[in-house]
């Protein structure tokens, strides 16, 4: 149990470094459409980008699949720079085209879970029985996803409610933060994978 304990708090606080905000930027990117009310969808989200991360965290973990860092480390801000673009040019309902957010989540997760990777095989070393450890982080992982979520869907909620702004400008403002962060953070990563 006390390994379990070290793994799941090593995984919610490896999503809440502020000094790894490119996984903060994404899960905020991805939620930045909804909400407090909306929490049943965004758990679906958070959920959908578990999944993915937890599978090729476990292949990268396993040795299956190897992908060279410094390409996760690009495209990573690459998924935080799409997901901010399509909440900026989509002109539908907020949160109502929770189908593709949902696939964005899940294939995203797929490249953030190897980003992921290189630190939990670093904690893990030699061991050889991962299920627990792994099970463990991405519970962790999880957790500090929905800790993240609940904060910006609670900031959304204050900032739309009692500021009278308009729902789409606020989408448009994060989204516009985040779109100029992590851009900047893909033209840096490029730079780093060319070398």
Known sequence: MEEFSLYFAEGWKHIADLNGYDHILFVMALCAVYLLKDWKKVLILVTAFTVGH???????????????????????????????????????????AL????????????????????????????????????????????????????VILLLSQIVVNLTSMARRDWIMFLSSAIFGSAFIMSIERLRELMH
């Open 54 to 96: 937890s599978i090729t965290l476990a292949l990268s973990v396993l040795n299956i699949i190897r992908v060279p860092t410094a390409l996760i480390e690009f495209l990573i801000p690459v998924t935080i720079v799409i997901t901010a673009l399509v909440n900026i040019v989509r002109r539908d309902q907020p949160g109502s």
């Open 99 to 150: 189908q593709l957010n949902y696939l964005f989540a899940l294939f995203f997760g797929l490249i953030h879970g190897m980003g992921f990777s290189n630190y939990l095989k670093s904690m893990l070393g030699t061991q050889t029985n991962i299920v627990q450890p792994l099970l463990a982080f991405n519970l962790g992982l999880e957790f500090g996803q929905i800790l993240i979520v609940m």
